[in-house]
């Protein structure tokens, strides 16, 4: 399980870094306009409909405040909502040392 969730993290991590990355190369692109894509502009960039449809989705099926929440975290940093998540898990799931001496 441990080994698991520090792979998970991993990937998380990288993929976060991945997203940095893309954004500071579209910074330079743009002359040093600093751009950060949110993670609907990722999503809206890899597959369009889905991310519409999963809005439409959302609008129909869960109660305002809880749709609420999830369009703001869907306007979130893209590198940041994935790549956080896996520097908490690397922390928690992290090697432990034996401190017993």
């Known amino acids: ?7 998970l993290s991993l990937v998380l991590i990288v993929l ?7 954004d500071v190369i579209a910074s330079l692109e743009k ?3 600093i751009t950060v894509r949110s993670l609907d502009q990722v999503w809206m960039m890899i597959n369009a409909p889905s991310d519409l449809t999963f809005h439409a989705w959302i609008a129909r099926t ?5 749709a609420q929440w999830i369009e703001t975290v869907l306007g ?3 590198w940041a909502v994935i790549g956080l998540p ?14 017993r001496g």
């Open 62 to 66: 869960i109660p305002q405040p809880g």
């Open 1 to 7: 399980m441990q080994a698991a969730m520090r792979f």
């Open 86 to 99: 896996g520097v908490i898990l690397a922390f928690l799931f992290g090697r432990h040392s034996d401190m």
């Open 76 to 78: 979130f940093w893209s």
């Open 31 to 33: 002359g040093g306009e």
């Open 16 to 22: 976060g870094l991945m997203l940095l990355g893309a």
